[in-house]
């Protein structure tokens, strides 16, 4: 399982599944992909990801990071 309470530089960088990144955020794929598809990264034909640190970023103000 992910250590999302204090995650290292390294961690925040490491792709996971749009489907993951949906899930943390608690909104659909669909939704996602809608909403963040500046987020999302070609990794092959098949495979599109996120970057951790993007997932958990989204819904928090700039003055708080």
Do not use: Q
Not at 29 to 44: C, V
């Amino acid at each position: 399982m992910d250590n999302l309470a204090n995650p290292d530089w390294l961690a925040l960088r490491r792709k996971i599944s749009v489907a993951r990144a949906a899930e943390l955020n608690d909104i659909s794929e669909d939704t996602f992909r809608r909403r963040y598809r500046h987020l999302i990264k070609k990794i092959s034909p098949k495979r599109d990801a996120v970057e951790l640190g993007d997932a958990l970023n989204i819904g928090v103000p700039k003055t708080a990071a």
